[in-house]
């Protein structure tokens, strides 16, 4: 089967940094996703990892652990924009992706 | 940027009915893809499309659905007799090549009644 866990909410305060954790579990692995998604929009994409380690693209990074079955998101210097959904999701094979359900991400001031 | 255009942005149907859903990928994409979400939940995989035929499809894309790339730019979703269940945020995506963010449309939210 396929299983991609993430928390359904976090709560943060500008300026801190918060980190999406997300666990999967599927027949196969080509790469993972992830993508942020704002009430009644797209979503948009945020990074891809494809091997064991970390990348950085200005406030955000991703991480993954293939052993393991495990990324996370984090968000640096927090604001209040970066309130939305994350969304976690696997390339099991071919080009398709399983989304997990996402992070709903709330930034207070 | 390069957008993924999607119309109409909002249709409403009755039950039984067939709805046409269009996509404008981006121009230079190779990759098309059709994905749905229902109102509070997850984001679900319906259909790949590449070299002019389906590559891949999941258990939700049954008979009821069919794509077509009619013009070389447009890609079209079509639902035959929609079913209340079918109502949910309609995305069409693309991407040059594998290993590739999608870049995602606007979505057309269909609405079964």
């Known amino acids: 089967g396929q299983n991609i866990d993430q928390p359904t909410e976090m709560t943060a305060t500008e300026g801190a940094i918060v980190q999406i954790n997300c666990t999967y579990q599927?027949?196969?692995?080509?790469?993972l996703f992830w993508y942020q998604q704002h009430a009644g929009e797209a979503p948009t994409f945020l990074s891809y990892?494809?091997?064991?380690g970390l990348e950085e693209k200005g406030r955000f990074s991703s991480f993954l652990s293939r052993s393991k079955g495990y990324s996370y998101l984090l968000l640096k210097e927090l604001q209040m924009k970066d309130s939305a959904s994350y969304l976690c999701?696997?390339?099991?094979?071919?080009?398709?992706?399983?989304f997990g359900k996402g992070t709903t991400l709330s930034v207070s001031s | 940027e390069p957008e993924v255009t999607q119309t109409p942005s909002h249709q409403v149907t009755q039950m039984g009915q067939e709805v046409i859903l269009r996509c404008v990928p981006i121009?230079?994409?190779?990759?098309f893809y059709w994905y749905r979400q229902i109102l509070g939940q997850k984001v679900e995989f319906l259909v790949s499309?590449?070299?002019?035929?389906?590559?891949?499809k999941s258990e939700i894309f049954d008979d009821q659905f069919s794509v077509e790339r009619p013009d070389g730019s447009n890609f079209t979703l079509k639902i035959r007799s929609t079913k209340l269940e079918d109502s949910a945020m309609y995305f069409c995506?693309?991407?040059?090549?594998?290993?590739?963010?999608?870049?995602f449309g606007s979505g057309t939210r269909l609405t079964v009644v």
């Open positions: 999701a696997v390339n099991q094979a071919g080009t398709a992706l399983i």
């Open positions: 599927t027949s196969g692995f080509n790469g």
């Open positions: 990892n494809v091997l064991d």
């Open positions: 121009s230079n994409h190779l990759y």
């Open positions: 499309f590449y070299n002019n035929e389906i590559s891949e």
């Open positions: 995506a693309s991407i040059l090549r594998t290993g590739h963010g999608y870049t």
